[in-house]
């Protein structure tokens, strides 16, 4: 089945076109589980991911009419880009995959009335996908490049741990099946990737903030680890109390005892070290050790928050999905944590971290009996849509 995967819930406008086969059909309680993702092989035809950041980037952040107005521009120009480069007739297609939650809605209108539109133009049935879910999703590919050759999807043993986190999200998620979600804990705030721009923001640092302080925190510990050498090597150590006092943030709500999180706090905690220290006496030293202690209190909570979870509920694989993935030092934490519990971790492949068509195209093709009789008008944008 060839499937049209569409992504705007918030500033990607993205396109794909996936191809996948039934390879073996899997025995599950006596019934055929067409959900079951090992009987999928997959072939990317083409995938587009066209960013706004740089529009949005004097906003701080995605100003949701801005969004509305270049989807709206760009929905029609990349879907006939996405065909020509593939040589892929509108005919071909069998169905259409489409975000409707959660997410802006204004933002994810675009896409579903794009997405109605062609399927009733096109005759073909209308999938809407849960955007949460298809972050969980996307770690099932092995690459996201297109290739001639069709591929085997990673395989994932149920019941499965997942923790998503994105722009909009933080939460840990059971999965059971495919399809079967229980939110287990979750945050009572900003989400982890929210709370990334707004404290790069207060850094004098540009929209999106994740990777920026990704990269001054990378830069403050290759110095770490040079200070740690050269200490090493002079005979009597550099005296302590020349230096400043290190720089320190608390790790919220680490001792408490359920699986929920804060992140607004920590922010907070930023915004009154800043107010601390005076202008004059910022430097770029100071700035990258406070993103250097703002990652490494959220990569101690998010990771301390996944090992209570694997220590109290049964689960054979460990799923981290979302933007915020692309973080090296979150994933160097989880690949030690899936190491230290022996459980496989599936994360997303490059270029599949952020937000994607391709893993609402997967998604889509993967939801059990595809709801052909599902009008299209019935599917609305729910930007609070839970898993
Ligand atoms: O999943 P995503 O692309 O969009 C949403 O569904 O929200 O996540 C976007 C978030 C942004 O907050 C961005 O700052 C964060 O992911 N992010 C990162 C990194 N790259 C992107 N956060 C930390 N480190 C990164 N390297
Ligand atoms: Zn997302």
């Given at each position: 089945m060839i499937i049209l995967g569409i992504e705007t819930s918030c500033d990607e406008t993205a396109l794909c076109l996936l191809e996948t086969r039934q390879t073996k059909t899997v025995e599950n309680d006596g019934h055929k589980n067409a959900m079951t993702e090992s009987n999928l092989e997959y072939r990317i035809l083409g995938n587009i991911v066209h960013s706004q950041i740089d529009l949005h980037r004097e906003y701080g952040g995605v100003f949701p009419a801005l969004a509305k107005r270049e989807h709206i521009k760009n929905l029609p120009i990349l879907y006939k880009k996405l065909l020509e480069k593939n040589k892929t007739e509108a005919s071909q297609i069998q169905a259409i995959a489409v975000t409707h939650g959660p997410g802006l809605e204004p933002a994810l209108w675009t896409g579903i009335d794009f997405a109605r539109e062609l399927s009733s133009k096109l005759s073909v049935p209308l999938i809407p996908v849960n955007h949460m879910e298809g972050h969980i999703i996307s770690t099932f590919f092995e690459s996201s490049t297109p290739s001639a050759k069709f591929k085997e999807l990673k395989t994932v043993t149920f019941p499965a741990l997942a923790l998503l986190i994105s722009g909009g999200h933080t939460e840990i998620v059971g999965i059971e099946k495919l399809g079967s979600y229980e939110i287990l804990g979750q945050t009572k705030d900003d989400a982890v990737g929210e709370a990334f721009d707004k404290v790069a923001r207060m850094l004098g640092l540009p929209y999106p903030g994740g990777p920026e302080i990704s990269r001054l925190a990378e830069e403050e510990r290759s110095a770490q680890e040079m200070r740690k050498e050269k200490n090493r090597r002079v005979i009597a150590p550099i005296s302590k109390t020349a230096s400043r006092k290190p720089i320190t943030l608390p790790r919220p709500?680490?001792?408490?005892?359920?699986l929920n999180m804060s992140f607004s706090g920590l922010k907070t905690s930023v915004l009154y070290l800043l107010k601390n220290i005076e202008k004059e006496n910022m430097t770029e030293d100071i700035r990258k050790e406070i993103a250097r202690e703002f990652e490494d209190s959220v990569t101690e909570v998010l990771v301390k928050k996944t090992r209570e979870a694997l220590e109290n509920h049964e689960c054979k694989s460990l799923i981290i999905g979302g933007?915020?993935?692309?973080n090296t030092h979150i994933r160097q934490a989880f690949e030690k944590l899936s190491s230290e519990y022996s459980i496989p971790l599936y994360l997303p492949a490059k270029g599949l971290t952020g937000d994607n068509a391709l893993m609402i195209a997967l998604s889509g093709a993967l939801t059990?009996?595809?709801?052909?009789?599902?009008?299209?008008?019935?599917i609305k944008a729910h930007g609070n849509l839970s898993l």
């Open positions: 709500m680490l001792h408490s005892k359920d933007g915020v993935i692309a059990p009996d595809v709801p052909s009789a599902q009008s299209p008008l019935n």
